[in-house]
C-alpha cells in the first residue's frame, strides 16, 4: 500500500511537471514582446514608510497635500504599466488632505496627541476592492455588480480612516475574488512592476501592484487561502494574516445591494478569512496592525522589544504532497539565508521540521472551503443573487459571451472534482485538521516561530497559474488553523523577480512574526525599487 501511494504521488507530480513545462513553454512563445518593467522611484516623498510620513506631517515638515499629490502623479505614472486600480477619489483625498494640513497648523492638538489618536494622519492610503469604502465602486471585479456603491465603510477601513488615513484609490482584484492571478471583465488583468508579462497574484494582486510600484505606502486586503501572502510574494512586498479574530472582517464580498448588506450566510467563512496589512516597509506592519487589532492585549505587545537570543527557530523547507510543486533553488536557498542569519542571532540553533502529515493537506482545504465556495456561487449567480441559469452562462464563457470568465467557473466549481474532494471523507479530513491543530500547538509558543516558503515558486506568467494552484497550501494551511503569518521579502531570483517567505507564530503572536520581518528586513534589504 506505502509502495502504492509512493507510485500514485509520483505520478501526479509529473503531471503537474509536464503541465507546468508546457504551460511555461506556450507563455514564452505568446510573450515575445520584452517585458516591461515600471518606471523607477524619483520622488524622495515616495521612499518613505507611512510611519515617518505620517510623522513628518504633523511635526510640519511635510504638508498631507503635498504626499497625496504625489502619489496621485504616481499612480497615473504607472498605471499604464500595471493597471492596479479599480475606483479612485482623487479630489476628495486632495480635499481631505487640506483639512489635515489646516488641523495641523492650527496647533489645536499636539504632536503627542497626534501620535497617540491619528498616528496614520495625513497619509494616503488603498484599498483593496472586496473592501467597502464609503461611495465608491463596490463590484467585486465583476460585471454583475457593476452599477454598487457602497454605502459605508467596512470596520477597518473605518479604523484606518479614524487614525487619520485617507484613501485615494480602491484596487483591483480577480472576479469574484477567486483566483490567485488578478483578471476580470470590468477592469481588466493587472500586471507585475517587475514584468508586465506575469502575474502580480491574487486576490490582493491589485494592491499588490501598486504598493510595489511605488504608487501607494500602505494597504489593505483580506485573505482567505492566502491573498494577502501570494501577491505580497510575488511583487516582492510585506503583508501580514493576522490570527484568527484579531481583526474585522465584515463588510468585504459580497458587495452591497441597494436595499440591504449581505455578507456569507455561512458563519464558517469568518473563521478563515483574515484582514490584514500590505505595504513595502515592516515597521508599517507594526503601525498599521495597532490600529486594526480589536485585542488590546495583543496590541499593547506591537511595542515590546524582542530578545531575539530567546527566540526558538523552526524551518520547514516544503510541503510534500500531491499535485504540489517542488519549491525552486532561489526560494530554498533564500530561506536557508534566512536560516543562517537566526542561527547567529538566536541561543538555540534553528531546527528543520518534516511534517509529512501535511501530505493530504489540500483535500483537507478544500473540504473546508466546499460551503464557502457553494454559498458565494447562491450569492452571486445562484438562488440569493441573481438568479442566473448556471449551465447555460458556464456554456456563453466558453465564448467569452457570459458576464463571467470561464476561469471563474472553473475555481466555483472546484470542490466537485473527485481527485481533490469526496465527500464522503469529510469526518476523515476533519480529522486531519484536528491533527494539524494538535501538532502546530506542540510545535509553536509564544517565543517560538516556523520559517517556511510562502509558495515554491516566483510569479508565472499571465495564464500559468494553474499549475501552481494547489501549493496555495503552503498558505491556505494557516488560514485554516487560524495562526499568525508574515511574508517577508527577502530578495530576487536570477530571472529578476521577487520572492520572499512566510513567518509563521501562535495563536495571537502577531507581534513576534513581525518583528522577525523587521529583523530581516534589516539584513535583506526588503522591498526594493523597480
Same mark, same amino acid.
Given at each position: 500500500?506505502?509502495?502504492?501511494?509512493?507510485?500514485?504521488? %509520483?505520478?501526479?507530480?509529473?503531471?503537474?511537471?509536464?503541465?507546468?513545462?508546457?504551460?511555461?513553454?506556450?507563455?514564452?512563445? !505568446?510573450? @515575445?514582446?520584452?517585458?516591461?518593467?515600471?518606471?523607477?522611484?524619483? +520622488?524622495?516623498?515616495?521612499? $518613505?514608510?507611512?510611519?515617518?510620513?505620517? $510623522?513628518?506631517?504633523?511635526?510640519?515638515?511635510?504638508?498631507?497635500?503635498?504626499?497625496?499629490?504625489?502619489?496621485?502623479?504616481?499612480?497615473?505614472?504607472?498605471? *499604464?504599466?500595471?493597471?492596479?486600480?479599480?475606483?479612485?477619489?482623487?479630489?476628495?483625498?486632495?480635499?481631505?488632505? @487640506?483639512?489635515?494640513?489646516?488641523?495641523?497648523?492650527?496647533?489645536?492638538?499636539?504632536?503627542?496627541?497626534?501620535?497617540?489618536?491619528?498616528? %496614520?494622519?495625513?497619509?494616503?492610503?488603498?484599498?483593496?476592492?472586496?473592501?467597502?469604502? @464609503?461611495?465608491?465602486?463596490?463590484? &467585486?471585479?465583476? %460585471?454583475? !455588480?457593476?452599477?454598487?456603491?457602497?454605502?459605508?465603510?467596512?470596520?477597518?477601513?473605518?479604523?484606518?480612516?479614524?487614525?487619520?488615513?485617507?484613501?485615494?484609490?480602491?484596487?483591483?482584484?480577480?472576479?469574484?475574488?477567486?483566483?490567485?492571478?488578478?483578471? +476580470? @471583465?470590468?477592469?481588466?488583468?493587472?500586471?507585475?512592476?517587475?514584468?508586465?508579462?506575469?502575474?502580480?497574484?491574487?486576490?490582493?494582486?491589485?494592491?499588490?501592484?501598486?504598493?510595489? &510600484?511605488?504608487?501607494?505606502?500602505?494597504?489593505?486586503?483580506?485573505?482567505?487561502?492566502?491573498?494577502?501572502?501570494? *501577491?505580497?510574494?510575488?511583487?516582492?512586498?510585506?503583508?501580514?494574516? *493576522?490570527?484568527?479574530?484579531?481583526?474585522? +472582517?465584515?463588510?468585504? !464580498?459580497?458587495?452591497?445591494?441597494?436595499?440591504? %448588506?449581505?455578507?456569507?450566510? +455561512?458563519?464558517?467563512?469568518?473563521?478563515y478569512l483574515a484582514s490584514g496589512p500590505m505595504c513595502r516597509y515592516a515597521e508599517d506592519l507594526i503601525t498599521s496592525m495597532k490600529v486594526l487589532a480589536l485585542d488590546d492585549a495583543v496590541r499593547m505587545k506591537f511595542d515590546q522589544r524582542v530578545d531575539f537570543k530567546k527566540v526558538k527557530i523552526y524551518y520547514l523547507t516544503e510541503i510534500q504532497s500531491p499535485l504540489v510543486l517542488p519549491v525552486d533553488k532561489d526560494i530554498a536557498d533564500g530561506l536557508q539565508n534566512?536560516?543562517?542569519?537566526?542561527? $547567529?542571532?538566536?541561543?538555540?540553533?534553528?531546527?528543520?521540521?518534516?511534517?509529512?502529515?501535511?501530505?493530504?493537506?489540500?483535500?483537507?482545504?478544500?473540504?473546508?472551503?466546499?460551503?464557502?465556495?457553494?454559498?458565494?456561487?447562491?450569492?452571486?449567480?445562484g438562488p440569493k443573487g441573481l438568479r442566473l441559469n448556471e449551465k447555460l452562462e458556464f456554456a456563453k464563457s466558453l465564448f467569452g459571451k457570459s458576464k463571467l470568465c470561464f476561469k471563474t467557473f472553473l475555481n466555483l466549481n472546484s470542490s466537485s472534482i473527485p481527485l481533490l474532494y469526496r465527500k464522503s471523507q469529510t469526518s476523515h479530513y476533519q480529522k486531519m485538521i484536528d491533527k494539524f491543530t494538535d501538532e502546530f500547538k506542540k510545535l509553536l509558543d509564544e517565543n517560538t516561530i516556523l520559517l517556511m516558503p510562502t509558495l515554491p515558486v516566483a510569479a508565472p506568467h499571465h495564464s500559468e497559474s494553474l499549475p501552481v494552484q494547489l501549493s496555495i497550501c503552503h498558505t491556505s494551511l494557516f488560514n485554516i488553523l487560524g495562526l499568525p503569518a508574515t511574508h517577508c521579502p527577502l530578495g530576487f531570483t536570477k530571472k529578476g523577480l521577487p520572492y520572499g517567505i512566510q513567518i509563521v507564530g501562535s495563536q495571537s503572536n502577531d507581534p513576534l512574526t513581525i518583528a522577525c520581518a523587521v529583523e530581516l528586513e534589516k539584513v535583506f534589504g526588503g522591498w526594493k525599487s523597480c
Open positions: 500500500m506505502k509502495e502504492k501511494n509512493i507510485m500514485r504521488m %509520483l505520478q501526479t507530480l509529473l503531471a503537474v511537471w509536464v503541465l507546468r513545462s508546457a504551460l511555461h513553454l506556450v507563455m514564452r512563445l !505568446f510573450f @515575445k514582446v520584452k517585458r516591461e518593467v515600471v518606471p523607477p522611484v524619483r +520622488n524622495p516623498m515616495l521612499l $518613505k514608510s507611512a510611519s515617518i510620513l505620517a $510623522k513628518d506631517i504633523r511635526e510640519g515638515k511635510c504638508k498631507s497635500e503635498d504626499v497625496i499629490q504625489a502619489y496621485i502623479d504616481r499612480i497615473q505614472e504607472v498605471e *499604464p504599466y500595471i493597471n492596479a486600480t479599480a475606483d479612485s477619489c482623487f479630489l476628495d483625498a486632495l480635499k481631505k488632505a @487640506k483639512e489635515v494640513d489646516t488641523l495641523i497648523a492650527s496647533g489645536k492638538y499636539t504632536k503627542e496627541q497626534l501620535s497617540l489618536e491619528k498616528p %496614520l494622519l495625513g497619509v494616503p492610503i488603498s484599498v483593496k476592492s472586496l473592501f467597502h469604502v @464609503k461611495n465608491m465602486a463596490c463590484t &467585486a471585479g465583476s %460585471l454583475l !455588480f457593476s452599477d454598487l456603491k457602497a454605502i459605508e465603510d467596512a470596520p477597518a477601513v473605518a479604523a484606518l480612516k479614524t487614525a487619520g488615513a485617507i484613501v485615494i484609490t480602491t484596487t483591483n482584484v480577480p472576479e469574484i475574488g477567486l483566483d490567485i492571478e488578478t483578471s +476580470n @471583465k470590468l477592469y481588466g488583468k493587472t500586471c507585475n512592476p517587475y514584468d508586465t508579462n506575469r502575474t502580480c497574484g491574487g486576490s490582493s494582486g491589485g494592491e499588490a501592484a501598486l504598493i510595489s &510600484a511605488g504608487a501607494s505606502v500602505l494597504g489593505l486586503g483580506n485573505d482567505l487561502l492566502g491573498s494577502l501572502r501570494i *501577491p505580497a510574494h510575488f511583487t516582492g512586498i510585506f503583508s501580514h494574516k *493576522p490570527s484568527r479574530g484579531l481583526v474585522a +472582517n465584515q463588510g468585504a !464580498f459580497p458587495p452591497q445591494r441597494p436595499d440591504e %448588506l449581505l455578507e456569507f450566510s +455561512n458563519p464558517e467563512s469568518s473563521k534566512a536560516v543562517s542569519y537566526f542561527k $547567529k542571532k538566536c541561543d538555540t540553533p534553528p531546527q528543520e521540521v518534516k511534517m509529512p502529515y501535511l501530505s493530504d493537506i489540500n483535500r483537507c482545504v478544500i473540504s473546508v472551503m466546499m460551503p464557502i465556495f457553494k454559498d458565494t456561487k447562491a450569492l452571486t449567480i
